[in-house]
Structures are given as structure tokens and as C-alpha cells.
């Protein structure tokens, strides 16, 4: 694909994601017009009755020929649990939506093993007998040292022959002689199956950057130091998607040309083309979607405008703290408030039961559909789960005004810049001299 030639650029990859302290993981980015989606994988249950645990119960029986047919990695030594690194052939047919490449390894017949070292659960796996019942929970952000396949293909070779030695990082076979009672009629059936439960492995929504406006950047922030091969996606209400790490420098050169060239179009099929060919301009929309077009005659002057507005949007929100908004969901009447100091706040109009409550840094990503519906999508602080909250409302582009003024109130918070040039405002307002910010508001 031209990327140079494109209007618009749909892609799919896989890249490393550094969130945080985190080891980088393994995601999936999918690249629409006007979104980016990060994606995680996860399991799922897709039939029987609802399931709502994270972790799951799997039998396995020792087969005559090539044991539990299993291979491990990882371990207490590097901070995770042991995970499943390989199935072979054989045993993936009997646990197809029973048991995952990525499953983590939490009891072994009722033994907690979650801090065990990998030498440790190899040995309680060992002596675990012709039959070993597995507590397991999918680790979703297995760190990339670990190597684990992101399919289920990636087989072991079943073998009648036991390792002596084990190593965190590489595949410990699980295809181990049991003692001397260990003989060829122990049956080739894996398991007893438990009744109307089945899992899937796929890919889950863990952050959703919307494009339009929104910036990214190969640098470390307030340096000229260059990222290799990765970059960072930050939307214009603040929601970063972590720092994305390439597989080579040429893949990391098609992402940033397919994100900007979305960018770009979204841009300039949001804003209408220049009225003229002044330099110095910029544009104020209304609460009700009217655009004021105005222009300065020098670059100082608009970056002396941009810092005023900026003062202002502070000042205001710090005076009100809060606003309420009446909006529709499933057919009944709510309401959100935007508060300063506690987030959003969803309750319902009549008996002002609060719904859901988050705060300003659970928001992970927005998008509306330019007439009256806006999509929230929360991450849960312990499940880490993004959550998605629908709402419509009368006035579209007041709630959308109202959010990114509070946002950059928040924002504005922790720039010790904007505290600094506040503090100085402050003062010079209390002697009498006048402040173009506070005439501003």
C-alpha cells in the first residue's frame, strides 16, 4: 500500500506495549479512520452457564504415551506465574476451549503454586500422579521475555522421556514419567469434561485512542531523545496509549505514516479551509457548533491568546467545580454531572441514585456520533477491564466543550508552568496591576 497516495489507511499488527512499570506485552493494534484500538488478548466463556470468574478448573489425565503433554515457562523468579507455554497436537484437541497457550498455572490439585519457582511446580507436577486438576487463569499481559505464541499451534512434541532439568525460560515438557505405577493402560482420554463450559481466546479492547486531534511522538517527553522504533498515541483529552514498541524500524515508519495520514484527513475534513492566507490564526467554536475565525498579527500575540484561553478555561472551572447535564439512557431520563475534584457521575433523574461513578483518570477513551450520542469507555481500577457507557444528550457540543474544558483544568493542575505563571498572575492582580487572563474571563 502507498501510503503517500492514500486518503485514509486501515492496518492490523502486532507491537509491544510498555504501560507504565510494566514488562512490554504483547498487543494488537488496529488502526480505522478515526480510532486506533489497542488489544489485548484474553479468555472468554462463550457458552454454558454465565461465568464470571476469572479463573478456571481443568483435569488432566497422565497419557500412557507422552504425559500431560504440556510444556511450561516462567515462574516465581521473574515475578510471574509458571504459564502454559505449548500444547501438544494430541492434548489440543481433547482441551480446545478448556486450556490456553498464556494460562497461568495458580494450584495443582489444590496446592497454591501462584509464587512457586519454575523447579518447584515442576517437581509438585512430577509427583502429582496419573491425574492432576488444574486451577488456571489466562495472564493477559505475559511479559515479551516470555515468548508465548499467540495462537494455539505451537505444539510440543509428545516424548515418553523425562527432563531431568527445568529452566524458567525455556519449555519445561510436562511429559514426565510418573512412579513405577505409571503403565500403558492408563486410558488416553485427557480428561473428564465439565459439562456446558466452553472458553474462547480473543482479542479484547484495552484502550481506544480517537484521531481526531490527537498528537504522537517518537521522543521522551521533554527531551530530544528518539524512542527506537516506537511511539506513543495521546488523544486531545489526554488519554495516552502507552508506548508502543515496533518489531523493526520499517514497521514502526508505516504506523506513524498510516496514523498521520488519518490524522491529517480527519483534520482537515473537520476544519474548514482557511479564509485567507493570515499566518496568525485560530478558531473559537460555540457551545452551539457556531466557528468565530480570528486572526493577530504576530506569532507572540497568538501564543499570548492561546495562554490567556488556557487561563481562562482554568479560572472558570475552578469557580463552578461541577455541571450537570440531563442526559437519556435505555429510554429513561439521568443525568451526568462533571465534578473537578471526584470525575463523572452518572445518576438517575428521579430518585438520584447514582448509577456509576470514575474518575477523570479512568477515562480511556471517547467517541460520539456528531449528533447526540457519546460512548465512554472506563477502565475498571480492579479488574482492569474497559467498560463502555453509552449516554445521549439534547446538547451534543455543550457536553463535548464542557469535558475538554474540565480535562484541561486537570491537566493545567500538574504543569508546574501554569502554577508558576498562576502564582504570578495572583500577585500581580493583588497589587493592581491588571492581568490579561483575568480580563479574558
Known sequence: MDFRTACEETKTGICLLQDGNQEPFKVR??????????QEQDVTCVSGEPFYSGERTVTIRRQAVGGFGLSIKGGAEHNIPVVVSKISKEQRAE???????????????????????????????????????LTVSFLKRAPAFLKLSLNEDCACAPSDQSSGTSSPLCDSGLHLNYHPNNTDTLSCSSWPASPGLRWEKRWCDLRLIPLLHSRFSQYLPGTDLSRQNAFQVTAVDGVCSGVIQCLSAEDCGEWLQAIATNIS???????????????????????????????VELDSDLAQWERAFQTATFLEVERIQCKTYACVLEGHLMGLTIDFSTGFICFDAATKAVLWRYKFSQLKGSSDDGKSKIKFLFQNPDTKQIEAKELEFSNLFAVLHCIHSFFAAKVACLDPLFLGSQAAASAASSSGVPSKAKYMT
Not at 509464587?115 to 518447584?120: A, L
Request: negative net charge.
Open 29 to 38: 493494534l488496529h488502526l480505522a479512520r478515526d480510532i486506533l484500538m489497542i
Open 95 to 133: 482441551l480446545s476451549g478448556l486450556l490456553f497457550i498464556g494460562d497461568a498455572i495458580l494450584q495443582i490439585n489444590g496446592i497454591n503454586v501462584r509464587k512457586c519457582r519454575h523447579e518447584e511446580v515442576v517437581q509438585v507436577l512430577r509427583n502429582a500422579g496419573e491425574e492432576v486438576t
Open 265 to 295: 484527513s480527519l483534520t482537515k475534513h473537520n476544519d474548514s479551509d482557511l479564509l485567507d492566507r493570515r499566518r496568525h490564526c485560530f478558531t473559537v467554536q460555540s457551545e452551539s457548533g457556531e466557528d468565530l475565525y480570528f486572526s
